[in-house]
């Protein structure tokens, strides 16, 4: 019996355009709350993580 095997890719392509099960998106906070409108602590998504947060409607933070 043979078990699933999973593959993880780094691409180089708008994540938004992917045809894929899962991604994973980096976060990281602001401790000083500097980001507009962000509390102090707040989770921020990490670069390049734009077209995926616009593709939820801006629910991801």
């Known amino acids: 019996m043979t078990s699933p095997r999973t593959t ?3 691409v ?3 994540p938004a355009e992917l ?3 899962a ?3 980096g ?3 602001q401790p000083t709350g500097q980001e507009a409108g962000s509390p102090a602590g707040a989770l ?3 670069s390049g993580a734009e ?3 616009a593709a939820f409607d801006g629910k991801l933070t």
């Open 12 to 14: 180089d392509t708008d």
């Open 44 to 46: 921020l998504l990490a």
């Open 19 to 21: 045809a894929v099960d």
């Open 51 to 53: 077209s995926i947060a």
């Open 27 to 29: 976060v990281h906070s």
């Open 8 to 10: 993880l890719s780094l």
């Open 23 to 25: 991604i994973v998106i």
